[in-house]
């Protein structure tokens, strides 16, 4: 027969009843615990809801901003567009006169300037005696180059 404790009362208390009390209070202390992290996982959540309401209602109005401040880069951007365009346009305008005027005034003022330097030159030698030149073999005149120019022509 198993053995009882008597208590003061006079009730008897079994080694069962002993380890079923210390279960109780063990789930009673784990139950505690966990309403107490169900609590301030509660309030954690209430925290972190309130937050993301708070930044929505910051972020709409940031929304707005960024997307007039897109709009208006957007206009910006067409506009510069059309001036670069407008620039290319002058630009392919201006080659083509210059390369105009180049083909009809280049060709006859380089004939004319020919023209002029040649009768210039005719007239400078018609006033003035050619002078005379005299070779010595063997000699070099104090004027004259050692190594002189070379024809490009020429296969030395």
Not at 20 to 36: C, D, H, M, P, R
Not at 57 to 62: G, I, N, R, T
Not at 85 to 95: I, K, L, M, R
Request: overall charge positive; aromatic content about 4%.
């Amino acid at each position: 027969m198993p053995r009882r404790r008597v208590s003061e009362s006079g009730a008897s208390v079994t080694g069962g009843e002993v380890a079923g009390i210390l279960v109780a209070v063990f789930w009673a202390i784990l139950v505690s615990f966990l309403a107490l992290v169900l609590v301030r996982l509660a309030q954690t959540l209430k925290a972190t809801a309130k937050m993301v309401a708070e930044v929505s209602d910051q972020a709409v109005p940031l929304l707005a901003d960024a997307s007039a401040t897109v709009r208006s880069a957007h206009t910006q951007l067409a506009r510069v567009d059309a001036i670069a365009s407008d620039v290319q346009e002058v630009t392919a305008n201006a080659s083509a006169l210059s390369s105009t005027v180049s083909s009809a005034f280049g060709g006859p003022l380089v004939k004319v300037a020919a023209f002029g330097y040649g009768v210039r030159r005719a007239i400078g030698k018609k006033g003035a005696p050619e002078p005379e030149r005299t070779v010595v073999v063997g000699r070099t005149l104090p004027g004259a180059r050692r190594g002189g120019r070379r024809n490009r022509r020429s296969k030395d």
